[in-house]
T-cell receptor, first 112, second 117 residues
Framework: DAKTTQPPSMDCAEGRAANLPCNHS???????VYWYRQIHSQGPQYIIH???NNETNEMASLIITEDRKSSTLILPHATLRDTAVYYC?????????????FGKGTRLSVIA | EAQVTQNPRYLITVTGKKLTVTCSQN?????MSWYRQDPGLGLRQIYY???????DKGDVPEGYKVSRKEKRNFPLILESPSPNQTSLYFC????????????????FGPGTRLLVL
């Protein structure tokens, strides 16, 4: 799987948009970008994924640059409950049995 | 509601006393796996199962057993727990590989915090 780089921590004011960047400059053509988050000691939660087009769902938006070397996860109106560690993972659409590898992620603190 | 459940959520036991952590999913997923999470080490896969009666070792299988007799259940068995198995355990499930990008969308249980004295 391609390596990803994320800032170790970020703060965001409650109600504002949280923009979490991820660098994946070695991504290959068949690899998707997945985002998960883990709220303190809870199970990781899938958020969104994309290949090259921007994606949006009820939780977040994913913006992938045209060269696919980086992406941004956007939480449009962050709440205190969005405080978590956010993981950006790059995986091919068929990776077989290999486990998900969660790096260190970005610790997002939403502040009232 | 689609979910993965684990029981118990918290467990304190003593060295050598056999225990089982149950995992169940209601999404008809073929693939299930167990992870442990330790500070500074991230999530590490213990065992996984591609389907009923098909299981295989992950990265850290020593001291653990699993079984997959039914599609929905994937229990984790510690025959003789030791203090180094004190950890936070997560069960996860997803559809089988080969179904495109959705195959990588994993659903995790709430976690089981185990303390072995």
């Amino acid at each position: 799987d391609a390596k990803t780089t994320q800032p170790p921590s970020m703060d965001c004011a409650e109600g504002r948009a949280a923009n979490l960047p991820c660098n994946h400059s070695t991504i290959s053509g068949n690899e998707y970008v997945y985002w998960y988050r883990q709220i303190h000691s809870q199970g990781p939660q899938y958020i969104i994924h994309g290949l090259k087009n921007n994606e949006t769902n009820e939780m977040a938006s994913l913006i992938i640059t045209e060269d696919r070397k980086s992406s941004t996860l956007i939480l449009p109106h962050a709440t205190l409950r969005d405080t978590a560690v956010y993981y950006c993972i790059v995986r091919p659409s068929f990776s077989g049995n290999t486990p998900l590898v969660f790096g260190k992620g970005t610790r997002l603190s939403v502040i009232a | 509601e689609a979910q993965v459940t684990q029981n118990p959520r918290y467990l304190i036991t003593v060295t050598g006393k056999k225990l089982t952590v149950t995992c169940s999913q209601n999404m008809n997923h073929e693939y299930m796996s167990w992870y442990r999470q330790d500070p500074g080490l991230g999530l590490r896969q213990i065992y996984y199962s591609m389907n009923v009666e098909v299981t295989d070792k992950g990265d850290v299988p020593e001291g653990y057993k699993v079984s997959r007799k039914e599609k929905r259940n994937f229990p984790l068995i510690l025959e003789s727990p030791s203090p180094n198995q004190t950890s936070l355990y997560f069960c996860a499930s997803r559809v089988s590989a080969g179904r495109g990008s959705l195959s990588e969308t994993q659903y995790f249980g709430p976690g089981t915090r185990l303390l072995v004295l």
